[in-house]
């Protein structure tokens, strides 16, 4: 009996599972270095991330610069405007009516505690504690908080959205029944430090060119010999 050559691939990949560290090397390889630059100050990272939540990247960017730039880029304005002006400035984004409230919150619990909207303590503070103070914020899960942790000031926190959770479960990182919520964690105990950065932006990527959700192109992917799924989906 001739044994399919996909078969094959999979009982060879199941016995050879990839761990981060080459998962990373061989991305790495393919993608390019990804280095760190910060994309906004931390408070504008936050309030980035909330416009993008359910909606496209591009609708979240017009969104915010519509925000910025009705308000002079002074987040302490948006702070004490009125809730339909912001709303009325966030609308392209989608959801302006859930978003506004939210950003007026998280912008007024904010100036309460420290007396301004500068966040760059965070960095200065454990990375759990950073966290727990970003999650203490109206409406701010791990997913944000890592999120502003990460991308503005660089720490090693995991951001993980629907093509980071989605490879990695392929790529058994996380069990089958592990929640999105749980995966932050899990994932930066296994990726060194100095990597979560290059690590997120690699496995993004992936996800979106490759490790698509219905249709995977596994006979493309450079991490096929390694991954327990492949040719399976």
């Not at 270095?33 to 504008?44: E, G, Q």
């Not at 303590?121 to 966290?131: N, V």
């Amino acid at each position: 009996m001739v044994i399919p050559k996909a078969m094959t691939s999979v009982n060879y990949i199941n016995k050879n599972k990839i761990t981060p560290q080459e998962t990373f090397r061989l991305l790495e390889m393919e993608q390019g270095v990804a280095k760190w630059v910060p994309r906004y100050d931390a408070i504008s990272e936050l309030l980035f991330t909330i416009l993008s939540q359910h909606t496209s990247d591009l609708n979240a960017l017009r969104a915010f610069e519509n925000l910025r730039d009705t308000f002079g880029g002074a987040w302490d304005q948006v702070a004490l405007a009125d809730q339909n002006d912001i709303t009325k400035a966030i609308w392209i984004g989608g959801l302006s009516k859930v978003k506004a409230p939210r950003i007026k919150a998280v912008l007024k619990d904010i100036q309460d505690k420290r007396g301004n909207l500068e966040l760059s303590f965070l960095s200065e503070m454990p990375m759990a504690e950073a966290k727990s103070w970003l999650r203490a914020l109206p409406g701010v899960g791990p997913k944000t908080a890592a999120i502003v942790l990460c991308f503005a000031l660089g720490m090693p926190a995991m951001p993980v959205d629907t093509h980071i959770y989605r490879v990695s479960k392929r790529l058994g990182f996380i069990g089958a029944k592990t929640t999105a919520e749980q995966a932050h964690d899990i994932l930066e105990a296994t990726v060194n430090p100095k990597q979560v950065f290059a690590f997120h932006v690699y496995i993004i990527t992936h996800g979106r060119q490759v490790c698509k959700a219905r249709r995977p192109i596994c006979k493309e992917c450079v991490l096929k010999n390694g991954c327990p799924s492949a040719f399976q989906i």
